[in-house]
């Protein structure tokens, strides 16, 4: 029996990847998340981190950082505006990323739920190794 | 009559007319392919949030204290109209469609005794209802610099939206633009973003989805319909930009046809003169023969 479901990222300009995976690990907004077939449907958004998927013809890593993710009958669907294949990211993009992301941080002004996100924004950032 | 100077001159300048008109097709459809490509490749993604929403409020177990951009806030007092046209004219029909729906709905509301807040997006737009609504507008926002449209672009517009709202400065919001059926046929169309319209149907049609939700609907709902209000943002400027695009490309193929009729016309004309003029010639040595 195959262990597989579908998975599906869509930004706002352009369906970005559609593929059969085994397991997905998501940043969900409470922690992270990894997802097997026959997972309860489900409804959730994300945070900053990546999102993980593994098949057999190889893994894929994504950055994000912000998203929603429905999934439903072996369907999982996750809608952002910021995903971004980390094998396509600069080394440049990402430590103007980083810069712009502490700045913020450091404005006395925000919330502590941006102040949440951000942080997680940055230590994701640092993560990525190019 | 004019002399065959003039007529050659006019004959020129439709020529050259006729010759831009041209170009400008050729590159609205160039355009439009792609305008037409990306409006495609965006529709999931409003789709999927449509649907995720859909689903989303049927589980809300206090419709009561819902997020206030789901229900509204209850009051139906003032309206904010999103105008949305293009920067550029020479598009035909466009950017008038989007302001006659738009100043239809004015006037209705202005009767019902409403209130009016206008944010026009796109300068045509601006030229069109300042004369008429200047004193409603409240805010001005062009992208005339961009060359493309992308998400940031329409997050600025919902931004704006979104902040209005916090502030409590409407009630209801709706949104006009043009959507694009195919490169002949575009509907100016008015839609509501907030409060939420949800498409209804009967019970029967929903399959009953259980889901589970982490954390709860409400803070989903919360993270969830500030991005919607971008999301339909985004899709109106997809919808409007493949719409002008194929409005600009029937206008130009139209001039271009008329300019080659006017051509036709014109060259009957000269030749006529011409010939007039020659035959006038002859009569003349002929007549002067014949006196002699």
Known sequence: MSE???????????????????????????????????????????????????SQKGDEKFFVEEGTVELNNNNLLILSSSVKNVKKMSKKEIDAMIQEAERAFNNKDIKDKEKYILSYKIDTLKEITV | MPSLDDLKKRIKSVKSTQKITKAMKMV??????????????????????????????????DPENAPKLLIGTGKDKIHLCIVMTA?????????????????????????????????????????????????????????????????????????????????????????????????????P?????????????SESDIEKNFYEFEPDEDEILEDLLPKNISTQVYKAFLENAASEQGSRMTAMDNATRNAGDLVDKLTINYNRSRQASITKELIEIISGAESL
């Open chain 2, 87 to 187: 920067d550029r004219g020479l598009c035909g029909g466009f950017n008038s469609n989007i302001c006659r729906l738009a100043k239809n709905y004015f006037k209705k509301i202005l009767n019902d005794g409403k209130e009016l807040k206008i944010v026009a997006v796109g300068s045509k737009g601006l030229d069109q209802l300042k004369r008429e609504y200047g004193n409603y507008i409240i805010k001005k926002i062009s992208f005339k610099d961009r060359k493309k449209i992308t998400f940031k672009e329409a997050d600025v517009v919902g931004k704006v939206i979104l902040e209005l709202f916090s502030e409590e400065k409407f009630d209801k919001c709706i949104l006009f633009y043009n959507n694009f059926k195919n490169v002949i046929t575009q509907i």
């Open chain 2, 28 to 61: 609205a459809a160039a355009k439009l392919r792609k305008a037409q490509d990306s409006a495609e490749r965006g529709r999931p993604y409003s789709e999927k949030m449509q649907n995720i929403i859909l689903n989303l409020t049927k589980s809300v177990s």
């Open chain 1, 4 to 54: 597989n479901f579908n998975l599906e990222i869509i930004t706002p300009e352009k369906p970005i990847f559609k593929s059969e995976t085994n397991q997905v690990t998501i940043p969900s907004f409470e922690g992270l998340m990894s997802i097997l077939k026959d997972h309860i449907s489900l409804v959730t958004f994300l945070r900053p981190g990546f999102i993980e998927a593994q």
């Open chain 2, 189 to 201: 169309q008015a839609q509501q973003i907030i409060p939420v319209e949800i498409a209804k149907k």
